[in-house]
């Protein structure tokens, strides 16, 4: 069944316009001013008028199996649901281990995704977990990145935590080697995907592993940047050398930067706005403050924060939707089958209100998945 989305604002993430797309079969199959159905077998005609349209979103950081376990066996956080994933807006995935990898594993990991896919997600993963030597299914970062198609890199790789392996920068040299020989090997990413934590090194083991070795900076991206004021400050100055910078979603202004404001600092600051992603550490745990209890952390703050985001006047709608779509896409090498509309590329379409910015439709594969902001499609065991 084709379906053609009519007269929509469309953001490739560039503005290219009110347009007509025809998707069919999984795939974009025309963006063009104005598309006759005359000719096709079958259609939906969608009305997008006044509509705002973009690629579905990525999110680089989900703990799909769950994250916590740090208080104990009720702390465990259980597995993710399909609607958890799409009523964000998110069309495709990259799920990961977090701290546990003593009751979780890659490929349980690896197993989830793959159940994801089945219900109508692109998704991937990486190998690995906080600790060091890393949990693979293989034996090897190195294979699991080359052989299995789901994996694109390594991570999420603790530094700058107390609940890191507190590897030396000799170990963090080998990890990389391991990934880029992997990536090669495998014509993958072969990304680094590092979780910063509060420690008081922040991001000094990159700049040290980067100084003392001729890695492309590219390989790396170093997440939750926006955690506190002194990483954000380390993050700008790792952006203005090249280097990837993942803010978190849902972050308050206590300690750290919610990403409203630090995506405005980056914006400001004259480094490339290509290098700067948003993840919603979906599913991973959010520690209690002053005794109170574990929380949760939601993919939908991906979407509320990167909505807060459109509907501000002083950010650019193509900007901030690139944080979510195209700059991804390409860190990922997923481009252009992911991140962009464009002929050829999936039919993974997220069209939002624009009084709003709620969800109108999340189309993926071309199938509808949200409608209303409601999820219509379920998962196996979703209610
Ligand atoms: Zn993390």
Redesign the pocket.
């Known amino acids: 069944m084709f379906k053609i989305l009519k007269k929509g604002h469309c953001f490739n993430p560039s503005d290219i316009g009110v347009k007509d797309i025809l998707i069919g079969c999984g795939k974009i199959i025309r963006i063009s001013d104005d598309i006759k159905p005359e000719g096709l077998f079958e259609y939906d005609l969608v009305d997008c008028t006044g509509k705002l349209v973009f690629p579905g979103f990525i999110d680089q950081h989900i703990h799909i199996i769950g994250g916590g376990g740090e208080d104990g066996s009720d702390s465990r956080i259980p597995e993710i649901s399909l609607g958890d994933i799409t009523t964000a807006g998110v069309s495709t995935i990259v799920g990961l281990l977090?701290f546990d990898d003593i009751t979780r594993s890659v490929i349980t990991l690896l197993l989830k995704a793959r159940a994801l896919e089945k219900e109508g997600l692109s998704t991937f993963i990486y190998t690995g977990s906080y600790s060091i030597p890393a949990q693979t299914v293989t034996g090897h970062i190195s294979s699991d990145i080359a052989l299995i198609d789901k994996v694109l890199g390594v991570g999420?790789i603790a530094i700058s935590d107390y609940r890191s392996s507190h590897f030396g920068l000799q170990t963090f040299k080998e990890i990389a080697a391991e990934v880029l020989k992997g990536g090669l090997i495998g014509k993958k990413a072969g990304v680094v995907h590092l979780?910063i934590g509060e420690g008081k090194e922040g991001l000094t083991p990159l700049f040290s592993l980067l100084e003392e070795t001729e890695y492309p900076i590219g390989m790396f991206v170093p997440?939750?940047l926006n955690r506190n004021k002194r990483l954000f400050e380390q993050a700008l100055m790792y952006g203005s050398r090249g280097g990837n910078i993942d803010i978190t979603a849902g972050e308050d202004e206590g300690g750290g930067y919610g990403v409203r404001k630090a995506m405005k600092a980056v914006f400001e600051s004259g480094i490339n706005p290509g290098l700067l992603t948003v993840s919603s550490?979906g599913n991973?745990s959010i520690p209690g403050i002053n005794g109170s209890k574990d929380g949760v952390g939601k993919v939908k703050s991906l979407f509320d924060d990167i909505a807060g985001c459109l509907l501000d006047r002083e950010l650019q709608i193509p900007m901030v939707a690139a944080c979510v779509t195209e700059n991804v896409a390409r860190l990922l090498k997923i481009y252009p089958e992911k991140g962009v509309l464009k002929q050829g590329s999936d039919a993974d379409v997220l069209v939002l209100n624009r009084e709003d910015m709620g969800i109108f439709r999340l189309f993926i594969g071309g199938e509808v998945y949200v409608k209303d902001g409601t999820a219509v499609k379920k998962g196996r065991f979703e209610e």
């Open positions: 977090g999420e979780h997440s939750h550490d991973g």
